[in-house]
T-cell receptor
């Protein structure tokens, strides 16, 4: 049973370019969460999605960041016109349901470096 | 030159000793708590969870204690092993009924097991 998969594992972009991060949830999971982690800090919630729907984007920056979870294929976190402050590890988690006390399982992360 | 920034709390224990990692959470309405272990370069790995209607839960070599009065959570690891060396995060989970269940992470504790 494969866990949460993320690719790429490492991504280098120059300022102004676009970054696309992909996440495939665990088999049977239809709920996806994106978190961002700065060095020596805890993870910060960004967005929660179900298939074709954004449920909660309260942690997403208002500009340049977007997320989707299409009916087919992985969830995508897209960062347009990246800046150095976007450099971080981005983790995706998935859960089977969104009910009370539903465990979120994390992927290995994508480490984004903006030059 | 010197580096300036946040540093994780650290805990060093001898191999075979017991470890206790503490966490203060923020929201008195939180109803579910999780401990994650994060090794360098990897995503958070689920260790153990506890619901707010419980004050203790035991797993394999790990015990979580919850004190809602002072909003405090602790993780006890018995007979600590070198493979336990990692950063440990507590996370709280809350949200209105039917809405997203975003996790709020603590700042983490670096556990180092000494030979």
């Amino acid at each position: 049973n494969a866990g949460v998969m993320q690719n790429p594992r490492h991504l280098v972009r120059r300022r102004g370019q676009e970054a696309r991060l992909r996440c495939s949830p665990m088999k049977g999971h239809s709920h996806v969460y994106w978190y961002r982690q700065l060095p020596e800090e805890g993870l910060k919630f960004m967005v929660y999605l179900q298939k074709e729907n954004i449920i909660d984007e309260s942690g997403m920056p208002k500009e340049r960041f977007s997320a989707e979870f299409p009916k087919e294929g992985p969830s995508i976190l897209r960062i347009q016109q990246v800046v150095r402050g976007d450099s971080a590890a981005y983790f995706c988690a998935s859960s089977q349901d969104s009910g009370v006390q539903e465990t979120q399982y994390f992927g290995p992360g994508t480490r984004l470096l903006v030059l | 030159g010197e580096s300036v920034g946040l540093h994780l709390p650290t805990l060093s224990v001898q191999e075979g000793d017991n470890s206790i990692i503490n966490c203060a959470y923020s929201n008195s309405a939180s109803d579910y708590f999780i401990w994650y272990k994060q090794e360098s370069g990897k995503g958070p790995q689920f260790i153990i969870d506890i619901r707010s209607n419980m004050d203790k839960r035991q797993g394999q070599r790990v015990t979580v204690l919850l004190n809602k009065t002072v909003k405090h959570l602790s993780l006890q690891i018995a007979a600590t092993q070198p493979g336990d060396s990692a950063v440990y995060f507590c996370a709280e989970n809350y949200g209105a009924s039917g809405s997203a269940r975003q996790l709020t992470f603590g700042s983490g504790t670096q556990l180092t097991v000494l030979p």
